[in-house]
């Protein structure tokens, strides 16, 4: 069964950091680029970041640029979010996504979402 | 204030067509292929349209995608109460390096 598990999250204060962990299961994880999309509780969704398959190409959102950084691990088929310098504003559900098969933003497969909150 | 503008609700009574528009620019929608989501309350979103117009295996033929210019849009015929949903649209931006997507479309079937 194709799957992907996200992990990490939790309660931080501002200024923070938490390292987000998705697993992958049931494909090639290294074959297809992967995503982090953000949303808070009852409102849009948010695009965050996105690796290529060989980790050599990546894009931040500007809201997150310098501060949340994407990368993975494909021998160890998961995918990452290093988030530094955390502000109240970061506090959402995260999502890890894989894009369909030969496309880069078509996000087919989603993880249930881990929950990031910011506060003191 | 999304890149995308959607209009935060539509509506339509059970075997109505309803559609759903969205809006960009020259540097999003206008240069770049149309991806629609399906958020179903409490889950994930759901791929329902890539490349604009085309549906991933499972996705009924109901949901059909369009694209002209800088403005897309998602159409759903034979609505269903199970097509109660938030509705998003996304696209590559090469201006801003980066995926953006819609507000989202709170779509209820009356």
């Known amino acids: 069964e194709v799957q992907l598990v996200e992990s990490g999250g939790g309660l931080v204060q501002p200024g923070g950091s938490l390292r987000l962990y998705c697993a992958a299961s049931?494909?090639?994880?290294?074959?297809?680029?992967m995503h982090w999309v953000r949303q808070v509780p009852g409102k849009g969704l948010v695009w965050v970041s996105r690796?290529?398959?060989?980790?050599?190409?990546?894009s931040h959102a500007d809201s997150v640029k310098g501060r949340l950084t994407i990368s993975r691990d494909n021998a160890r088929n998961t995918l990452y979010l290093q988030m530094d310098s955390l502000k109240v504003e970061d506090t959402a559900v995260y999502y890890c996504?894989?894009?369909?098969?030969?496309?880069?933003?078509?996000?087919?497969?989603w993880g249930q979402g881990t929950m990031v909150t910011v506060s003191s | 204030q999304s890149v995308l503008t959607q209009p935060p609700s539509a509506s339509g009574p059970p075997g109505q067509r309803v559609t759903i528009s969205c809006s960009g620019s020259?540097?999003?929608?206008?240069?770049?292929?149309v991806i629609w989501y399906q958020q179903l309350p409490g889950a994930a979103p759901k791929l329902l349209i890539y490349?604009?117009?085309q549906r991933p295996s499972g996705v009924p033929d109901r949901f059909s995608g369009s694209k002209s210019g800088t403005s897309a849009s998602l159409a759903i015929s034979g609505l269903q109460s199970a097509d109660e949903a938030d509705y998003y649209c996304a696209a590559w931006d090469a201006s801003l390096n980066g995926v953006v997507f819609g507000g989202g479309t709170k779509l209820t079937v009356l």
């Open positions: 996504a894989r894009a369909a098969s030969g496309t880069r933003n078509s996000l087919e497969v």
């Open positions: 049931g494909f090639t994880f290294s074959s297809y680029w």
């Open positions: 490349r604009s117009n």
């Open positions: 020259s540097s999003n929608i206008g240069t770049n292929s």
């Open positions: 690796i290529s398959t060989d980790e050599t190409t990546s």
